[in-house]
């Protein structure tokens, strides 16, 4: 069992920056791949970004790239996702995620980020 706490999140500009993060608890954090996915009202989950065990490999939706940089602290047992040029569609409740195999198993409550025009 991993539970996951998301922070970060707030009210910002468009053009804005914020940096989410997500602390997770269990010893075997650095053995995980971290997810990040966010949820608009109305819209079904979507993923945003993913990274390795070691933090050297990472995914990205077309959406955020460029834009979004997710990277994590194993010795910290937290990951991060830094977000940057904010676009009002970038308005959503963010949610980290452990993946185990597959599927992403645990989740957190999620952080809403809102995006001002």
């Not at 608009?40 to 939706?61: D, L, M, Q």
């Not at 790239?65 to 047992?77: E, H, M, P, V």
């Not at 990951?79 to 963010?94: F, R």
Request: glycine share 12%.
């Amino acid at each position: 069992q991993v539970q996951l706490v998301e922070s970060g999140g707030g009210l910002v500009q468009a053009g804005g920056s914020l940096r989410l993060s997500c602390a997770a608890s269990g010893r075997t954090f650095s053995s995980y791949i971290m997810g990040w996915f966010r949820q608009a009202p109305g819209k079904e989950r979507e993923f945003v970004t993913r990274i390795s065990r070691n933090g050297g490999s990472t995914a990205y939706a077309d959406s955020v790239k460029g834009r979004f940089t997710i990277s994590r602290d194993n010795a910290k047992n937290t990951v991060y996702l830094q977000m940057h040029s904010l676009k009002p569609e970038d308005t959503a409740v963010y949610y980290c995620a452990v993946r185990v195999g597959d599927t992403y198993e645990y989740w957190g409550q999620g952080t809403q980020v809102t995006v001002s025009s």
